[in-house]
C-alpha cells in the first residue's frame, strides 16, 4: 500500500496557505536557504527557456523565474497555493511573464507533452511529500523534459533536520518512535510520527541512487545550508558588512556542495539531467 495521499497533502497546503510565503523570512538562516537556492537557479536556467514549475506554493522562485524564462508554466497539488502565486504575481506586476496556472500532481503531468520543457523546477519538497511514488514523478518529470533538459529539486534532509529540532525530538518522541523514523526517512502515521506534516526526509545516499534509477545524471547535490545553521546571531552582524557578507555566502556556497557536508540542513539541492538511456 501506498504512503502517498494527495488529498492530505492538499488539504495541509490548502490550510498552511500564506504562511508558505513567511517561512523564507522569519529568520537569516532561511535568507541563505533562499540565496543558495536562487543561486542555482541563476545558474541553470538561461533566458528564453521554457520551464515548468512543480509545487510552486505560493511563489517565492515564481518572481525571480519569470524575470528570465521565456516560457513559465506555474502548477501546484493545493489550489489555494495557487490562487495565492496567481495573486501575488499579480499584486507584484510580473503576471504577464506567466503563461498559465495549472492544478498538478508531480506524479501526474498527463496535461503536459512530452519533451515539451526545457527546465523543470520542483523546489521546496515536492518529492518528499510523494514518498515510495518518487519513481512515479521522476518518470513524469523525464517524460516533459526534452532531451538533454535539466531539472532543479529540493528536497527534505534527513540528518539535517534531525540536527536542527535534535532537543524537541528528544523530549517529545520515544526512542522506539524516533528509530522508526530514523529508518524509514517516513514522517508518517506508519512511523508513528504524530505530526500532521506527512513527508519523506532524504538520504544523499538514496536521493542519488532516486536519480540514477531514473536515468538522470547528477549535475551538483548541495546543501540548502551548512556554516549557516548555528550561527543566527554572527550572521545578523556580518550581513552588515557587504563585503564580508558575500564573502561568506560564496564560502557556504562551496561548503554546501562538499561530499562530507551535502547532509547539513534542512534540505538538499539536486541540480539532475536527463540522460538519454534507462538501462
Ligand atoms: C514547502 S512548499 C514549497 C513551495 C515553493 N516551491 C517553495 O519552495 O517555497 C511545497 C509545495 O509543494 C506542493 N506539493 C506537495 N505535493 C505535491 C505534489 N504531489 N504535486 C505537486 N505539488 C505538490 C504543496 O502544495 C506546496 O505548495
Known amino acids: 500500500m501506498t504512503l ?3 488529498e492530505h497533502t492538499k488539504k495541509y497546503y490548502n490550510e498552511y496557505a500564506d504562511k508558505e510565503t513567511e517561512r523564507w523570512n522569519t ?7 533562499l540565496y543558495i537556492h536562487n543561486h542555482y537557479l541563476k545558474k541553470h536556467i538561461a533566458p528564453g527557456d521554457k520551464v515548468l514549475e512543480l509545487g510552486a506554493g505560493t511563489g517565492i522562485f515564481t518572481e525571480p523565474l519569470s ?14 497555493q ?24 508531480i506524479c501526474d503531468l498527463s496535461q503536459f507533452e512530452e519533451e515539451s520543457f526545457d527546465k523543470i523546477v520542483c523546489y521546496g519538497g515536492p518529492l518528499s511529500y510523494v514518498f515510495d511514488k518518487r519513481d512515479e514523478a521522476l518518470s513524469e518529470i523525464r517524460r516533459v ?4 533538459g535539466t531539472a532543479l529539486l529540493s528536497v527534505m534532509n534527513l540528518w539535517g533536520t534531525v540536527d536542527q529540532v535534535l532537543e524537541p525530538i528528544l523530549q517529545t518522541v520515544s526512542e522506539d518512535d524516533n528509530s522508526k523514523i530514523i529508518a ?29 534509477n531514473n536515468a538522470f ?18 550572521l545578523e552582524v556580518l550581513e552588515q558588512d557587504p563585503e564580508k557578507w558575500q564573502h561568506f555566502l560564496n ?29
Not at 529568520?27 to 536557504?33: D, H, M, N, T, W
Not at 523534459?145 to 538533454?148: A, E, Q, T, W
Open 67 to 80: 524575470e528570465v524564462s521565456g516560457t513559465l508554466v506555474v502548477t501546484d497539488l493545493s489550489p489555494v
Open 27 to 33: 529568520s537569516i538562516v532561511e535568507q541563505v536557504k
Open 82 to 105: 495557487l490562487e495565492i502565486n496567481r495573486s501575488r504575481a499579480h499584486k507584484l506586476g510580473y503576471s504577464d511573464q506567466v503563461d498559465s496556472w495549472e492544478l498538478a500532481d
Open 184 to 212: 524509514s526517512g517516513n514522517l508518517h502515521p506508519s512511523s508513528h510520527a504524530v505530526s500532521d506534516h506527512h513527508c519523506h526526509l532524504f538520504r544523499a545516499e538514496s536521493l542519488r541512487e532516486t536519480f540514477q
Open 145 to 148: 523534459l526534452r532531451p538533454n
Open 217 to 234: 545524471e547528477i549535475i551538483t547535490l548541495s546543501a540548502s545550508n551548512c556554516l549557516a545553521t548555528k550561527r543566527a546571531d554572527a
Open 4 to 6: 502517498y495521499n494527495p
Open 251 to 279: 564560502l557556504e556556497i562551496q561548503a554546501c556542495v562538499s561530499p562530507g557536508m551535502v547532509e547539513s540542513g534542512t534540505h538538499m539541492i539536486a541540480v539532475i539531467k536527463r540522460t538519454e538511456s534507462t538501462s
